[in-house]
């Protein structure tokens, strides 16, 4: 590729050899030029003024045609040599080259009425009329004179012309100046380039491959660039997961500072979706006033890095900006993945057996068959282990599912982590992934009535023997059975209302007719802390109360309630969603629900949706049971009740262990409390009651507690909200005298475990149609894709544009100035004074 300075020059400049050609018309003019014999006439040898003057118009005329035909040859050479124009606008290129052509074209044109304007003939002189010669003489003209009006004819189009001749030396001056296309021909360099770099800092990235990581050779590329291959003169650089640095808000010419912001990178948090990367990449180069706009991604293309298509969609009205991909390509790696964790089934309470579940990812080119165990406070539990056999990376059996189930032996915050028995060594953060749970001893549990005590045959009485089926006694020495998990306590509506309602993990209220004011607003507030409300509704219910206390303003009920309704045959439970907790694994299908049978019941009035969601209905698709969520807690609603003749639900074996899950509550709800992904927002389950006081929360990795301050929620009720969860790893929190601690977990995102990659071509293909776009997996195959950037815009379009219509132009004066035959009029006079002597 020719070097040089210049802004034009040409992509095969072997073929400006070509330029030879345009001596071909000039070797055959000379070839083709015969000289005549001078041969004596005496009658004929006074008649050189004429002869001279004949010869001096041909002269022009084959000048005119030789200079046209020189440069046909010259700018076809010109064309096959492939000119080029670097740098600058293409826009303002193919103007300059217009204004080339159009002035090239008027001064062809002008050229030819000044030929025109040449052959008519002069007006004579006086002495040329004394002297007999008419304007028609064939001697007039060696003695005319141009009159005023012919100067003045003649003087526009040379004017035109020297104004055309004016405008092409500009226009090719613009062309091969560096004033306007400042790029280097044939070479790159970021004299005029403003480049954005967005640099793929995920989690997949941090896969070893050898002694480094991907992260660590998407760094050194990235020093390169700046520092050597490109140079730009203004230059930014987004991490997709910046973490705690700060986002740039502006292209920056200070390359220390930019490269000084890429010390101690890593990958901390969640990534950030690559089309708003993209966005902001796209916002940064519309800043710049730099010809050349340039945006590079260094990534595995893996993960959330390549799973969003429309990624590149920012780009569509910006065509000028050369989209670069990196990928940074690695040998398939031997590697398995746990990719999540969660409880799948379980109560948060001691002596309950919980399942805990995992999804495993293969990202190696072979099929595996890997093994996992559990671990609880980071020591293995025996005999708590399993296999999955996953397909190669890729295919549809590549990822799958493990289950393990554990028994809760022992009261407060414990973390259970599943990890790869045999762990790898690519991506180590992979190998395990960890749950927190808050185990409870016992759940104290509120039984809520309607009479100061505890009535036989009442729906209160059903329920505090359901949850207490030992007679109520809760230790294995009084009763030879298992300590059991729950303790209720019955209290009236009334003394209810004096209650701290913080300490029981579940309230059930069972047919009270009425709830006033003040209960209704502590169980507003106690829920939406996280507790579980569960309400009977039987025949005692006083609708209007309900609807006007509990639903209104508040909603602690689904919706308005209407009836009751009463049907003496009854109707029999029909359909219940087995995926709620409730009903989970109990039967293996749905015949012994439908021995509930329902004679009365309340039903939901039709001016408004029910919140949350039905989990039971009977057969004539009356609601049986909801579930809702409000705030961070739970609500339950039968809309019967068991007593009173309503149904025979108390006297079925569904009842027992219905209640008592809702009483201790989901495991797998409770850990959505105390595990979460990066970025998340954490509320901190401190209890009401210390209000105003604040909470420390030490960080993984980090120096010192960091304090985060009581605030209140959009309902008025304290809370403590904790945002800065970045890294990953235990968090552990307390109150400033620890009467309150707890913890949580922070897990890597999950969706960064994919190591398999997007194709970059694949991806180039979903940029907008006519976006420059170029893929590089190295430096050199970058540098490569540079110098195609740096060839700039072709010209040879509008070369052989100039080549066509000068071909037009010397047809039409080849055909102007063709020979024709005259009649010679022998009768001429010719005057004495018209003629001199001959020299011998």
Not at 92 to 112: I, K, N, R
Not at 309 to 324: E, R, T
Not at 514 to 528: C, E, F, N, P
Request: hydrophobic share 45%; proline share 7%.
């Amino acid at each position: 590729m020719l070097m040089t300075l210049a802004a034009l020059n040409f992509s095969d400049p072997l073929m400006l050899i070509g330029l030879l050609a345009a001596g071909i018309p000039v070797l055959l003019h000379l070839l083709n030029r015969v000289r005549s014999p001078v041969v004596q006439f005496p009658t004929l040898r006074f008649l050189r003024i004429t002869a001279q003057k004949t010869s001096r118009r041909r002269h022009v005329q084959h000048f005119l045609l030789l200079l046209m035909r020189m440069a046909v040859f010259a700018l076809i050479a010109m064309a096959i040599a492939g000119p080029l124009v670097h740098g600058g606008s293409p826009l303002l290129a193919y103007g300059m080259l217009f204004l080339l052509l159009v002035g090239l074209a008027v001064m062809a044109v002008m050229a030819v009425m000044l030929a025109s304007a040449l052959e008519k003939p002069k007006g004579p002189t006086a002495q040329a009329v004394a002297d007999g010669i008419t304007p028609t003489s064939p001697l007039a003209g060696s003695q005319a004179a141009w009159p005023p009006s012919r100067l003045r004819q003649l003087g526009l189009p040379a004017l035109v012309m020297i104004l055309a001749l004016v405008a092409a030396v500009s226009a090719l001056f613009g062309l091969s100046t560096n004033q306007f296309f400042p790029s280097r021909g044939g070479s790159y360099n970021g004299t005029s380039t403003a480049c954005v770099i967005i640099l793929d800092n995920s989690q997949s990235m941090l896969a070893h491959d050898g002694n480094h990581t991907r992260l660590a050779h998407a760094l050194r590329q990235t020093h390169a660039l700046l520092n050597r291959v490109i140079r730009p003169v203004q230059m930014a650089v987004l991490l997709t997961n910046p973490g705690s640095k700060a986002i740039p808000n502006a292209l920056s010419a200070n390359r220390l500072r930019v490269l000084t912001g890429l010390l101690h990178v890593t990958s901390i948090g969640r990534a950030t979706p690559m089309r708003e990367l993209v966005a902001r990449a796209v916002a940064l180069l519309d800043q710049s006033k730099e010809p050349d706009k340039m945006l590079l991604i260094l990534s595995d293309f893996a993960g959330p890095a390549s799973s969003d298509v429309q990624a590149f969609a920012p780009l569509k009205h910006n065509p000028s900006i050369a989209l670069v991909l990196m990928p940074q390509e690695f040998s398939r790696p031997d590697d398995v993945a746990i990719s999540g964790i969660k409880i799948v089934s379980g109560q948060p309470v001691v002596g309950s057996r919980i399942s805990i579940g995992g999804t495993v990812i293969n990202n190696g080119p072979t099929a595996v068959v890997p093994e996992f165990h559990l671990l609880v406070d980071a020591a293995s539990v025996a005999h708590r282990q399993t296999k999955v056999a996953l397909g190669p990376a890729g295919s549809q059996d590549s990822r799958g599912s493990i289950k393990i189930a554990h028994l809760l032996t022992h009261a407060g915050y414990h973390v259970l982590t599943l990890a790869l028995r045999r762990s790898s060594h690519v991506l180590t953060w992979a190998n395990r992934r960890s749950v927190s749970l808050s185990v409870a001893k016992q759940v104290n549990a509120l039984v809520i009535g309607s009479l100061p005590t505890l009535q036989t045959d009442s729906t209160a009485f059903y329920v505090d023997a359901a949850l207490a089926p030992f007679s109520g006694s809760t230790t294995a020495a009084h009763t030879g059975q298992p300590v059991w998990s729950i303790v209720p306590t019955y209290a009236s509506a009334n003394a209810a209302s004096a209650m701290p309602l913080a300490r029981y993990g579940a309230v059930f209220i069972c047919d009270v007719p009425r709830l006033g004011t003040s209960l209704a607003d502590k169980l507003s507030q106690y829920v939406r802390s996280g507790g579980r409300i569960c309400w009977f509704l039987g025949s005692a219910v006083d609708s209007v109360e309900y609807n006007r206390v509990i639903w209104n303003t508040r909603h602690l009920l689904p919706a308005p309630i209407a009836g009751p309704l009463v049907r003496q045959t009854g109707s029999s439970v029909d359909w219940i969603d087995i995926r709620s907790h409730i009903f989970a694994n109990l039967f293996h299908n749905q015949n012994p629900f439908r021995r509930i049978v329902v004679v009365g019941r309340w039903d939901f009035g039709a001016a408004a949706a029910p919140l949350g969601h039905v989990v039971s209905r009977l057969e004539n698709n009356a609601t049986f049971l909801t579930q809702q969520r409000l705030g961070n807690g739970q609500i339950y609603t039968f809309m019967t009740a068991p007593g009173g003749g309503w149904t025979n639900l108390a006297n079925t074996s569904l009842f027992l262990p219905m209640v008592v899950r809702m009483a201790l509550g989901n495991a797998a709800d409770l850990a959505r409390t105390t595990s979460f992904g990066p970025g998340q927002v954490v509320a901190i389950p401190m209890p009401a009651v210390a209000v105003g006081t604040s909470v420390e929360v030490d960080i993984p990795h980090h120096a010192g507690p960091v304090n985060v301050p009581c605030s209140k929620n959009a309902a008025g009720l304290p809370q403590w909200i904790f945002t800065r969860t970045q890294r990953t790893g235990i968090y552990h929190w307390h109150r400033f005298n620890h009467q309150y601690a707890g913890e949580f977990v922070v897990n890597p995102p999950g969706d960064e475990a994919n190591l398999l990659p997007v194709s970059a071509s694949i991806l180039a293909r979903e940029a907008p149609q006519g976006q420059p776009v170029f893929i590089a997996s190295s430096l050199t195959k970058l540098l490569q894709e540079l110098a195609k950037i740096s060839q700039g815009t072709s010209l040879m379009p509008g070369v052989l544009a100039i080549v066509l219509i000068l071909a037009v132009l010397e047809a039409l004066f080849a055909n102007r100035y063709k020979p024709t035959e005259e009649n010679i009029d022998t009768d001429l006079i010719i005057s004495p004074a018209a003629l001199s002597p001959v020299a011998q």
